[in-house]
């Protein structure tokens, strides 16, 4: 490895570190016993100015932000060749993460696109996935003749839907593609909510949503319900339904609400790796603090999807004579209604996706990086369910976080040390963020 690439590896592995947002690599043995995971005592002890982030103060993220864009600089300045090729994944990451020089990067993307046929899965996925945030309109001629080479469901299924965000009309067409290439499809669960994304919307409304906000999951345990947008482009809302079924109000009344984004940087649906949050059942088992520079030290709430959890976890119950996984088990949380609602089995074709570590925490980005955007104050990771935090600027300590604010809330109307719970992520009809009025009037036709 030459000195200059060397120094370029060194810049962009923060861009590398930020990447994911799942925090939970691997501890060296021994850590979890010094670091044992939060219990519900330990999260309502909790106050705000206990945690800092020296990375959130001006001075620190400042030194991050230049030395990510050192690292994107000196990529850009590469000749053709093996070196620029190895990077162009954190490139397109770190460009991304920090909305800066993707004019300048895409010449180097829209170069990379027809060779992808004769790299690996993982370079497809990457840079597929680039094509979907960054560049679709561009990208899409050079996807059409690209398709029949991606012989992995995964970069296959992100260049349809880039296709399809360049041109809604594509659909029949990728749709007559599916099957001849893939004869196996309906039994791969990213393609079969490919297939399902392209065929023509459902003509029945979804079913009422003071019935999910009602179901009875399994009784005795609390429920985070983040209710959020189709497209996932304005802020959501989470609420919390505590054990004894009742919706957490404050010592006025008013419903306890809270902002959260359920969008991925990507804006890819929720079956593919840094997809958007899935829609459906999540289970929660606990809490944790991560390792991820992007989340800091605020303590997430573990959720789990089906499959990534087992059945017992799910269920939160012992192991012993648990049933195995199946789309019936997971039916079996739901009404009838949402039983057959196509769209809230996303989460259960996730799980069979493998995507796993979908997390509810909290966001050490600065927003001004969104700044415009219609999510905004929002900041966008890799398929987790995030809240804001305001960090002090000269200190890095930590002011207020709507995060730490719903974790606590949580946390108190489980009423259990272990945490254990659900998460029913849904969306609602209609446009704008989510508003406390709206959510209001929802718990209230549900009697909650």
Not at 377 to 388: A, I, K, M, Y
Not at 391 to 416: E, I, K
Request: net charge neutral; aromatic share 6%; with cysteine.
């Amino acid at each position: 490895m030459t000195r200059r690439l060397a120094t370029l590896t060194a810049c962009l592995a923060a861009a590398l570190a930020l990447a994911a947002c799942a925090p939970l690599a691997p501890r060296p043995p021994g850590a979890e016993q010094a670091a044992p995971r939060p219990t519900a005592a330990d999260l309502l002890a909790l106050q705000p100015g206990d945690l800092s982030w020296p990375a959130t103060s001006t001075a620190g993220e400042r030194a991050q932000r230049e030395q990510a864009l050192a690292g994107i600089r000196a990529v850009l300045a590469l000749p053709p060749g093996p070196a620029r090729d190895a990077a162009l994944p954190a490139l397109f990451d770190a460009v991304a993460h920090y909305n800066a020089e993707a004019d300048a990067a895409r010449p180097l993307l829209l170069a990379a696109l027809p060779t992808l046929g004769t790299r690996d899965a993982e370079t497809q996925r990457a840079l597929l996935t680039a094509a979907h945030t960054l560049y679709p309109a561009e990208a899409a001629p050079l996807l059409w003749p690209l398709l029949p080479q991606l012989g992995a469901s995964k970069p296959f299924a992100i260049a349809a839907y880039t296709l399809l965000q360049a041109d809604p009309g594509a659909a029949p067409r990728l749709a007559a593609l599916v099957p001849a290439q893939f004869p196996g499809w309906a039994d791969d669960a990213r393609l079969l909510a490919l297939m399902q994304r392209l065929q023509p919307p459902p003509a029945a409304a979804p079913p009422p949503l003071a019935e999910l906000l009602a179901a009875p999951l399994r009784p005795g345990f609390p429920v985070i319900y983040s209710l959020q947008r189709p497209g996932r482009q304005r802020m959501g809302l989470a609420l919390v339904r505590g054990a004894d079924g009742r919706f957490v109000r404050d010592a006025a009344g008013r419903l306890f609400t809270s902002p959260q984004l359920a969008l991925a940087r990507s804006g890819l649906p929720g079956t593919l790796t840094n997809g958007n949050t899935p829609q459906g059942l999540f289970t929660i088992v606990g809490a944790g603090t991560a390792r991820n520079p992007d989340i800091g030290p605020t303590p997430y709430l573990h959720s789990k999807l089906p499959i990534e959890a087992t059945p017992a976890e799910f269920e939160h119950v012992d192991a012993t004579g648990a049933a195995a996984w199946s789309e019936a088990l997971y039916d079996s949380y739901l009404s009838p209604r949402w039983r057959a609602w196509a769209p809230f089995k996303e989460a259960w074709l996730a799980g069979r996706a493998g995507r796993d570590e979908l997390l509810i925490h909290g966001s050490t980005i600065n927003p001004a990086y969104h700044a415009g955007a219609a999510y905004f104050p929002g900041t966008p990771q890799q398929g987790c369910l995030v809240s804001g935090e305001d960090w002090d600027p000269a200190t890095g300590r930590l002011l207020a976080s709507r995060h730490l604010a719903l974790a606590q809330a949580y946390a108190a109307a489980g009423a259990r040390a272990d945490l254990a719970g659900y998460l029913v992520v849904v969306e609602l009809p209609g446009d704008g963020e989510v508003t406390p009025a709206e959510a209001q009037a929802l718990v209230t036709a549900a009697g909650r």
